[in-house]
């Protein structure tokens, strides 16, 4: 009796192989693109939660009452702060660092620098009157 060759030969190994590949290329780009969307998403909610902290912050220290007209001049400058339209004279500049030190932020997937800045302000628009945080994109995507 005649034994009969069964399997599959070299170049359908290769084109299977050719498949998974291509396909593997695939499913990289597509899962980096969407680590990269969570990364980003997840820097937004740290930066969101800091300027929460930094409000509560600066008003518990009473830090806002000891700001001036000059000193919100000095930080537009600074930060290059013209994009907002704002009616105010009080802002406060508070760091990651002094939350962290003062226990109130912790920052454990590392999203921040400790010499970032949030800057506190009181908004005004001559009806509402609410505090407010400023943080720049940069901010928190270390």
């Given at each position: 009796?005649?034994?009969?060759?069964?399997?599959?030969?070299?170049?359908e190994?290769?084109?299977?192989?050719?498949?998974?590949?291509?396909?593997i290329?695939?499913?990289?780009?597509?899962?980096?693109?969407?680590?990269?969307?969570?990364?980003?998403?997840?820097?937004?909610?740290?930066?969101?939660?800091?300027?929460?902290?930094?409000?509560?912050?600066?008003?518990?220290n009473?830090?806002?009452?000891?700001?001036?007209?000059?000193?919100?001049k000095?930080?537009?400058?600074?930060?290059?702060?013209?994009?907002?339209?704002l009616n105010t004279?009080?802002?406060v500049?508070?760091?990651?660092?002094?939350?962290?030190?003062?226990?109130?932020?912790?920052?454990?997937?590392?999203?921040c620098?400790?010499?970032?800045?949030?800057?506190?302000?009181?908004?005004?628009?001559?009806?509402?009157?609410?505090y407010?945080?400023?943080?720049?994109?940069?901010?928190?995507?270390n």
């Amino acid at each position: 009796m005649k034994k009969k060759n069964s399997g599959f030969t070299l170049t359908e190994l290769l084109a299977v192989i050719v498949i998974l590949a291509i396909l593997i290329a695939l499913a990289t780009g597509s899962v980096i693109a969407i680590m990269n969307k969570a990364r980003k998403n997840m820097a937004r909610e740290v930066r969101s939660n800091l300027e929460e902290t930094a409000i509560s912050y600066a008003l518990e220290n009473k830090r806002l009452e000891k700001c001036s007209l000059d000193f919100s001049k000095e930080i537009y400058e600074e930060k290059n702060i013209t994009n907002l339209n704002l009616n105010t004279n009080c802002f406060v500049r508070v760091t990651v660092e002094e939350l962290v030190a003062e226990g109130l932020f912790e920052d454990a997937r590392g999203f921040c620098k400790k010499e970032d800045v949030i800057i506190v302000y009181r908004y005004d628009d001559g009806i509402n009157s609410e505090y407010k945080a400023y943080t720049s994109e940069d901010t928190c995507t270390n």
